[in-house]
């Protein structure tokens, strides 16, 4: 099975994994595609870094799940290793959580010349990624995504940071991972909310006007969230769309900013909400899209049954598109104004929305 893609990066095939790579100016790298794969990440490693010590940073639900496994390819292939474990959830993407990372960096004793490994989904990868960032002014990281949602959006393209009390990934930079392992098999041990939720950023990818792999994933969706051929697949395409995008524009001074889209929205309500389970980021996202998508509706920059598709198939995958699918209380209108005003996109007060 092949997902069609109207433009994006070339897709390689080896031995159990699809390979996409980011054609960086001078610093390309590889994203692996495949179930299994965290089995055999030692080797890649050893390859890509012969000598290097490896600093885990994974949470305590991901580290229950699979720590051992990476664990164990590291030593099989002579890797010395330790470990940082946080907290899971949007909580240890603070100000207190960098510096539990950076802290326990310093004192294994990491080196320039060592990696960080980033070993979870969203949070622990930007978390990660910013301490390996700041840490003795920058240790490369690889990043080893355990979620729909990191596979297919965070753990691609650099960018790293936390959350600011006032608002979601104000604080952070860019650091581009040397290699991306996305071992699609992790996926099969989350709940079905979180696979779900990260479904939005696939679809965000078909969204942004690539109308062929919009057509397969309304074909297609419900395979991808049951896993097998259609989820690796999804992925790569994803993945792919994303390398193309970050190749021309790696600082999101242009085209890298249409990635954005549903996030401005999407932030305000994550912040709305104190970025708690109430309303994961994806979740969040899928509302972000289908409010874009009838704004851009309202100042006549796309149709009425744009929106209907659009929102129809968000919602036949279980997704929220409407704020008051949030439980709970969030702050009035004056209150997500003033917190999508703090959005990273406001240049001179004025904010520009995708």
Request: hydrophobic residues 45%; contains cysteine.
């Amino acid at each position: 099975m092949t997902s069609p893609s109207a433009a994006s990066s070339p897709i390689a095939s080896e031995a159990g994994a699809r390979i996409v790579r980011v054609d960086l100016a001078g610093r390309p790298y590889d994203i692996a595609i495949g179930p299994g794969l965290l089995a055999g990440i030692g080797t890649r490693i050893a390859a890509l870094r012969p000598g290097a010590r490896v600093a885990i940073v994974t949470d305590e639900n991901v580290a229950e799940r699979h720590l051992g496994t990476v664990e164990a390819a590291l030593g099989a292939a002579g890797i010395a290793h330790s470990a940082v474990i946080v907290a899971p959830g949007e909580k240890s993407k603070s100000y207190k959580g960098l510096e539990q990372v950076t802290e326990g960096l310093i004192a294994a004793r990491i080196e320039r010349r060592d990696l960080v490994l980033a070993l979870g989904g969203g949070v622990v990868g930007d978390l990660a990624g910013f301490a390996a960032a700041v840490v003795r002014r920058g240790v490369d990281i690889v990043q080893a995504p355990t979620t729909l949602l990191s596979q297919v959006d965070s753990s691609v393209g650099g960018k790293t940071g936390i959350n600011s009390p006032q608002g979601k990934n104000l604080v952070g930079a860019f650091h581009q991972p040397v290699l991306v392992v996305a071992d699609t098999a992790a996926l099969d041990t989350l709940p079905p909310r979180e696979v779900r939720a990260g479904y939005a950023e696939v679809a965000k990818y078909g969204l942004l006007g690539d109308a062929p792999f919009f057509d397969w994933l309304e074909a297609h969706g419900a395979e991808v969230l049951a896993g097998g051929d259609a989820r690796v697949e999804a992925v790569a395409a994803s993945c792919a769309a994303k390398a193309a995008i970050v190749a021309r524009d790696e600082k999101e001074t242009g085209d890298r900013a249409l990635l954005n889209l549903g996030h401005t929205f999407g932030h305000a309500l994550e912040a709305g909400a104190g970025f708690s389970n109430r309303l994961l980021h994806g979740e969040a996202v899928s509302i972000g899209m289908a409010l874009a998508f009838a704004f851009s509706a309202r100042l006549g920059l796309c149709t009425g049954q744009d929106v209907v598709r659009a929102t129809r198939h968000l919602e036949s995958l279980g997704l929220p598109t409407r704020i008051a699918d949030v439980p709970g209380d969030l702050p009035d209108t004056d209150g997500l104004m003033m917190l999508i005003a703090q959005d990273k996109k406001v240049s001179r007060g004025a904010l520009t929305f995708i």
